[in-house]
């Protein structure tokens, strides 16, 4: 059973940063794609960033030049470094593998 397990969450002031982490209980090269999500109160959930099993990434235009997706290997985590947080980033964040297997979710809210 694959397990998902983000953690890193939390409260930060406008133009903060946070690190969000996803633990797999697989490889994370077992899947094809990797990404991080994020559903705010009343909408959708969207993609964020995306990493693939061959290293390309992707990110929504509203977060591109502040946010970073990376993975370690050995430890089998996907990491999301979010700079210059803006109080509209406020959402939970769900790490996603293969858009088939998901995380709990961890909260980030960004204050103004």
């Known amino acids: 059973q694959v397990q998902l397990v983000e953690s890193g969450g939390g409260l930060v002031q406008a133009g903060g940063s946070l690190r969000l982490s996803c633990a797999a209980s697989?490889?994370?090269?077992?899947?094809?794609?990797m990404g991080w999500y994020r559903q705010a109160p009343g909408k959708q959930r969207e993609l964020v960033a995306q990493?693939?099993?061959?290293?390309?990434?992707i990110y929504a235009d509203s977060v591109k030049g502040r946010f970073t997706i990376s993975r370690d290997s050995v430890e089998n985590t996907v990491y999301l470094q979010m700079n210059s947080l803006k109080p509209e980033d406020t959402a939970v964040y769900y790490c996603?593998?293969?858009?088939?297997?998901w995380g709990q979710g961890t909260q980030v809210t960004v204050s103004s």
């Open positions: 996603g593998a293969e858009s088939r297997f």
């Open positions: 697989i490889s994370i090269f077992r899947f094809n794609a």
């Open positions: 990493i693939s099993y061959g290293g390309r990434t």
